[in-house]
T-cell receptor, first 114, second 114 residues
Framework: AQKVTQAQTEISVVEKEDVTLDCVYE???????LFWYKQPPSGELVFLIR??????QNEISGRYSWNFQKSTSSFNFTITASQVVDSAVYFC???????????FGKGTTLSVSS | KAGVTQTPRYLIKTRGQQVTLSCSPI?????VSWYQQTPGQGLQFLFE???????NKGNFPGRFSGRQFSNSRSEMNVSTLELGDSALYLC?????????????FGQGTRLTVV
């Protein structure tokens, strides 16, 4: 069965600190997709990144970077030089090729103070 | 381009009543999915509609139902409301039908059952 685990429930950092959010997934499929979403207090989930199981290249987008390692079934998310506006709940999600449902982790609440 | 629109934003209902939530996807998107978010269970997939057909269904009782219209707008209905149905209900739209396409979420409908 598929499962996503975000072991960190809450993380608090001070502005300009780097922070890494962990995500570990389980699936029996060889083709699957991994996502990260951000949920600000307003409620909507904001798409950040998608990765497919055949692409283990790490990705960097501005202050955000993602490390995908199939060997450890992990898809970690790093924010460099965090800012107060990064404060939100971050969700990692998995989607298998055969289905379209997103399986979410429980989320990590990130609080960045000034 | 307008995002995903969900109405109403807030609802208060009494136990035993029924409720209908509405979701207008991004123009041109044919897939609409519904998710329930609660503090205890997190984000859980309810169902997905594609071109007016239910394509995928999560593990929820039959009190939860939905439909999709020819213009891709979707409604979700919950009958015989229970206190445990209090949650944020999120709708997501996708351009294509595959698991690899990113889902764009609305701001949700906050349902409170008293």
């Amino acid at each position: 069965a598929q499962k996503v685990t975000q072991a960190q429930t809450e993380i608090s950092v001070v502005e300009k600190e780097d922070v890494t959010l962990d995500c570990v997934y389980e699936t029996r499929d060889t083709t699957y997709y991994l996502f990260w979403y951000k949920q600000p207090p307003s409620g909507e989930l904001v798409f950040l990144i998608r990765r497919n199981s055949f692409d283990e290249q790490n990705e960097i987008s501005g202050r955000y970077s993602w490390n995908f390692q199939k060997s450890t079934s992990s898809f970690n998310f790093t924010i460099t030089a965090s800012q107060v506006v990064d404060s939100a709940v971050y969700f990692c999600a998995l989607s298998e090729a055969a289905g379209t449902a997103l399986i979410f982790g429980k989320g990590t609440t990130l609080s960045v103070s000034s | 381009k307008a995002g995903v629109t969900q109405t109403p934003r807030y609802l208060i209902k009494t136990r035993g009543q029924q409720v209908t939530l509405s979701c207008s996807p991004i123009s041109g998107h044919r897939s609409v999915s519904w998710y329930q978010q609660t503090p205890g269970q997190g984000l859980q997939f309810l169902f997905e509609y594609f071109s007016e057909t239910q394509r995928n269904k999560g593990n929820f009782p039959g009190r939860f139902s939905g439909r999709q219209f020819s213009n891709s707008r979707s409604e979700m209905n919950v009958s015989t409301l229970e206190l445990g149905d209090s949650a944020l209900y999120l709708c997501a739209s996708r351009a294509g039908g595959g698991a690899q396409t990113e889902a764009f979420f609305g701001q949700g409908t906050r349902l409170t059952v008293v």
